[in-house]
């Protein structure tokens, strides 16, 4: 049997990647203590390793493909493919960043501020980048965890990844600078991509992904509306294509069916309403498929 050796994020990402998984149609169930999860898919052989060694196991042929983010894979600077890119984080679908802080009452206020200082992250290659690109010379430091403690006494500033800032604030830190944006995508080894089966079978995984991800900020709606009254409702609504309406039995109503995002339904159903639609029924979905 042919066979996909996949590559999961363990840490961080784990959950969310799992979910995502599920949502886009594989179960996938993970002992406590085990490395390889169970996937209901016998064409993939799935395996969790951190995020930080995801490239540099694909380059090496031991994994086929695997999701992580462009952090790890460009601190790496493995030559790999990318087949989609997939956005989310932890706890949203917004993108995590990997930014330059500082102590709050320390006097740096730029990153030419940091001239010949100490500089602690686990991002070290791309940290390295990031000053020489900018002429600053900076000692930057490899840093085991618990990095946002380390300044001032250990490090004079931090290059670390943040998604919504509580960590940093927390720690008396404010930061000076992006360094980076984190997008995760799903690579694979240029082998293992001109392999005709596997090729496909990551296409497929990718589009079913892709679509997980692009249903989570949407959701259906259907409802009843008089012929008269169409016009006025599809003013209000803004969908993927042109909404679908299918005559009902009675020659004077319609059906109709259209996908929205999700943070304007809470407007838009009163405003249906009042338009003349009844019958209104809010769904979710697992894919959209563009």
């Known amino acids: 049997m042919n066979r996909l050796r996949l590559a999961l994020p363990k840490g961080s990402l784990q959950e969310q990647t799992i979910r995502l998984f599920k949502k886009a149609g594989y179960e996938v169930t993970v002992s406590e203590r085990s490395y390889y999860p169970r996937i209901d898919d016998p064409e993939i052989e799935a395996m969790l390793i951190r995020a930080q060694e995801v490239p540099r196991y694909i380059e090496e042929g031991g994994r086929d ?158 409802m009843n509306v008089p012929r008269a009254k169409v016009p006025d409702v599809l003013a209000i609504l803004t969908a993927l294509r042109r909404p679908t309406v299918s005559p009902l039995s009675d020659p004077e109503w319609v059906a109709l069916e259209t996908v929205i995002d999700e943070r304007t339904v809470r407007d838009i159903i009163p405003a249906l309403k009042r338009a003349g639609a009844e019958g209104i029924v809010e769904y979710s979905l697992n894919k959209v498929v563009y």
Request: aromatic share 6%.
């Open 65 to 222: 493909a695997g999701i992580t983010g462009n952090d790890w894979l460009l601190d790496s600077g493995a030559d790999l493919v990318k087949v989609a890119d997939l956005i989310y984080s932890k706890q949203t679908l917004n993108p995590c960043r990997w930014v330059l802080a500082v102590p709050n009452d320390s006097p740096f206020q730029r990153p030419e501020d940091l001239e010949g200082k100490r500089i602690a992250t686990e991002l070290v290659n791309m940290t390295r980048h990031y000053f020489q690109a900018r002429g600053i010379r900076v000692e930057v430091q490899f840093s085991w965890g618990a990095t946002e403690v380390k300044p001032p006494v250990l490090a004079d500033a931090i290059v670390e990844i943040t998604e919504t800032g509580s960590s940093l604030r927390a720690n008396n830190l404010r930061v000076i600078e992006t360094v980076l944006e984190v997008k995760n995508h799903l690579l694979a080894n240029p082998m293992a991509w001109a392999d005709p089966w596997k090729r496909q079978k990551l296409e497929n995984i990718a589009l079913l992904l892709v679509g997980a991800l692009a249903a989570e900020e949407k959701v259906g709606l259907k």
